[in-house]
């Protein structure tokens, strides 16, 4: 990769770090529902009015609108808003690999690699060695990996899109998830008057989940995708619960235990170990739902890979 690309790389991945520490803070002004129903309505609109039709078939955008954007973030901000650290999330949240490979070989039939199974079984180890201190906060936690379940599904209906433009996929998707998320909102006990009391710390939240995080991210990692193929672009992936970890210690004074340390290194671990061998037609460690077509050069194929 050219210098300016792994620079490229290594922001996108830091930026989707710091998107912890940032969604810690919206959820300070905001009830999670509220919260991811601004965050996608703001992605949506006025974008989608600019990018074009869909180049995908509306059943996949629909689908990962409705599980990437309603399920996951919902799961995620729900999780966050009862107690979990925002470091341990961007950790946590990386179980996405597990349930992306067992998705593979439920809903495609692929069968996976004994590396990959070993890489597995190193990112369950360290998730669960996570949960060992979550004491009170195990709901929180739960709610965590239900983030990652719903994650890997919508990394199996990306994958099927297989979306030539990734700016306009997550525009679209936005659009999607928008809808339900307004919806369940008002018919959920949430406090709407956050709303009354919006000031420029909320209002830079969520500009930064919305604009940066999501779209910003996603149009330079889908370039990434596109120039150099996902066995290429995939493991800087790991670098976001460095950044993630490094920043709520930071910014948010998070603690870092050696349970922690112990339990991210097997989780980066065993996602590595999953990419240094992929199956024929994916990853269990993308870090982005975000596949091509074709071949490029450094590219396999299609590709998995999704962005918090």
Same mark, same amino acid.
């Given at each position: 990769m050219r210098p300016r690309d792994i620079g490229i790389a290594v922001a996108v991945t830091a930026v989707w770090g710091f998107n912890f520490v940032v969604i810690q803070t919206g959820l300070d002004h905001f009830p999670p529902l509220l919260f991811n129903a601004l965050r996608f309505s703001l992605a949506a609109f006025p974008a989608v009015l600019f990018v074009g039709r869909p180049q995908v078939p509306w059943r996949w955008i629909i689908a990962v609108g409705l599980i990437l954007g309603v399920t996951k973030f919902s799961l995620l901000f729900a999780g966050m808003a009862a107690g979990m650290p925002a470091g341990l999330s961007s950790l946590v949240l990386q179980s996405q690999a597990v349930f992306t490979l067992g998705f593979a070989v439920l809903l495609l039939r692929e069968r996976p690699r004994p590396v990959q199974l070993i890489g597995l079984l190193l990112c369950v180890a360290g998730v669960a060695l996570v949960a060992t201190r979550m004491g009170t906060n195990l709901g929180a936690f739960l709610l965590i990996v239900g983030a990652g379940a719903a994650w *890997? &599904? !919508?990394?199996?209906?990306?994958?099927?899109?297989?979306?030539?433009?990734?700016?306009?996929?997550?525009?679209?998707?936005?659009?999607?998830?928008s809808g339900p998320l307004i919806l369940l909102t008002l018919a959920s006990s949430e406090d709407l008057s956050a709303l009354r009391a919006i000031d420029l710390e909320a209002l830079g939240a969520l500009a930064y989940v919305a604009l940066i995080s999501t779209l910003a991210a996603f149009a330079g990692?889908?370039?990434?995708?596109?120039?150099y193929g996902a066995s290429t672009v995939a493991p800087f992936s790991m670098l976001v619960p460095f950044f993630g970890l490094a920043s709520a210690a930071l910014f948010l004074g998070e603690p870092l235990h050696t349970v922690?340390?112990?339990?991210?290194?097997?989780?980066?671990?065993?996602?590595?170990? *999953? &990419? !240094?061998?992929r199956l024929p037609h994916d990853s269990c460690g993308a870090r982005d739902p975000l596949p091509r077509r074709g071949r490029r050069p450094g590219g396999q194929g299609r590709q998995l890979r999704r962005p918090a």
């Open positions: *890997g &599904l !919508s990394n199996i209906a990306t994958r099927k899109a297989s979306p030539p433009d990734t700016l306009r996929f997550m525009v679209w998707v936005s659009a999607v998830a990692w889908g370039f990434l995708l596109r120039v922690d340390i112990v339990g991210g290194a097997l989780v980066v671990g065993g996602v590595l170990l *999953g &990419l !240094s061998l």
